[in-house]
């Protein structure tokens, strides 16, 4: 079993920066891309960013530049850090682990930015 849990949402005002970390529990063992989505109020759910078990990392064209992940292997965490933000950014941000071809959640944190 494969736990998750997110932590590190807020308020923030637009252009501050928030860190959000997701650590991973049980059976971490296997596990190959981790990511971050998120999903505001009446849209689907979005990638964020991932970045798999080499270190290579991808990006949503809307937080390139602003948003770095990176990963702890000996911790099982990883990690979104978030600068520059803005009033779009705003929604739940859920952390992604891939497992022996399996997809697991956690429960999301909440970032709200205020213009």
């Known amino acids: 079993q494969v736990q998750l849990v997110e932590s590190g949402g807020g308020l923030v005002q637009a252009g501050g920066s928030l860190r959000l970390s997701c650590v991973v529990s049980?059976?971490?063992?296997?596990?190959?891309?981790m990511a971050w989505y998120r999903q505001a109020p009446e849209k689907q759910r979005e990638l964020v960013a991932g970045i798999a078990s080499d270190g290579t990392s991808n990006y949503a064209d809307s937080v390139k530049g602003r948003f770095t992940i990176s990963r702890d292997n000996a911790k099982n965490t990883v990690y979104l850090q978030m600068d520059s933000l803005k009033s779009e950014d705003t929604a739940v941000y859920y952390c992604?682990?891939?497992?022996?071809?399996?997809?697991?959640w956690g429960k999301g944190t909440l970032v709200t930015v205020s213009s």
């Open positions: 049980g059976s971490a063992f296997g596990i190959k891309t």
């Open positions: 992604n682990v891939e497992r022996w071809s399996r997809d697991y």
